[in-house]
């Protein structure tokens, strides 16, 4: 117990930065995150304030969360790597609830750490300004996601049933010998098939061009792989969308006018949020 006492007190700290926000009721709101666990189950997360914003840090073990240590851990413990990913988003969404109001956050990316107060001080003096700006562009607006996948299948018979050259090639079917059809409905299948794909990025951009009306900004992210969305169907879009508040439930319903219009097809839409802005910051 002692030898573990020494090692702990031996233990080099530094500060970990989840985000950054205004310093407005500092005083009532210190005692609320000092509540929070951080990423670090020993410790609590707490505001370093400068001027008038603020970090949200807590204190980690160099040890374990210096920059190579979470290298190493990112390519032999992945499960490690997902659940402080987690408790960094989880430390963040306490933090903007903790005011109640329209809060802005600067969001910080996972496994920013300083090594001292002086180092953390140094980079909040540095990007004061631009900390500033952020929070004009941010206040009073969400990140919404959403996420589109396709049915391929489903809008290929669709396809096969509004295609004038593919009914006119599936009408000779009627007319020819049961043994004689599997090569002409290969070629039907195969056209339907072209036809579907290329029509897809026809389909994003009416679908993108009724959501920006509603959105201050829009930002195309990677399609994701189905190893990581553990879906069947693939990704077909995936994109953040910064929202006024007074606008998300307007947003959210043209969200639900293009699910009952298009899904029939094979577009599955999924929106997710509001999320802290890390695509806009």
């Known amino acids: 117990m002692l030898e573990k006492q020494q090692k702990m007190s031996n233990e080099v700290k530094g500060f970990y930065l989840y985000g950054v926000c205004s ?51 990112a390519k032999e413990d992945l499960q490690w790597i997902k659940d402080k990913a987690s408790r ?3 430390v963040i969404k306490a933090a903007i609830k903790i005011d109640g109001d329209s809060l802005a956050i600067i969001p910080m990316k996972f496994g920013t750490i300083f090594k001292t107060k002086k180092n953390l001080a ?4 540095k990007n004061y300004l631009r900390f500033k700006e952020l929070f004009e562009t941010l206040k009073g607006r969400e990140e919404w996601s959403m996420k589109i996948y396709l049915k391929l299948r489903l809008l290929e018979n669709g396809i096969k049933k509004t295609s004038v050259v593919i009914k006119e090639k599936s009408k000779e079917l009627c007319s020819m010998p049961a043994g004689r059809t599997y090569f ?9 098939a072209a036809e579907a794909k290329k029509s897809v990025s026809g389909y994003i951009s009416v679908f993108l061009e009724k959501i920006k009306l509603l959105a201050e900004e829009a930002k195309e992210n990677k399609i994701l792989e189905k190893e990581i969305t553990q879906k069947s169907e693939p990704m077909i879009f995936n994109g953040a969308f910064l ?37 806009f910051v």
């Not at 947003?251 to 802290?276: D, N, T």
Request: glycine share 4%; proline share 4%.
């Open 23 to 73: 310093a407005l009721k500092l005083e009532r709101s210190r005692e609320d995150i000092e509540m929070i666990e951080g990423i670090d189950s020993a410790e609590k997360a707490f505001f370093a304030p400068y001027k008038d914003i603020r970090a949200v840090v807590s204190e980690v073990s160099l040890e374990e969360f210096g920059s190579e240590e979470i290298e190493r851990k």
């Open 88 to 90: 960094h988003d989880e």
């Open 122 to 125: 140094d980079s909040l003096e």
């Open 184 to 192: 002409l409905e290969k070629e039907i299948d195969e056209m339907a």
């Open 243 to 279: 929202v006024k508040k007074e606008k998300v439930d307007e947003f959210q319903k043209e969200i639900q006018k293009l699910r009952a219009e298009y899904e029939k097809i094979g577009f599955v839409f999924e929106l997710s949020g509001p999320w802290p802005p890390y695509n």
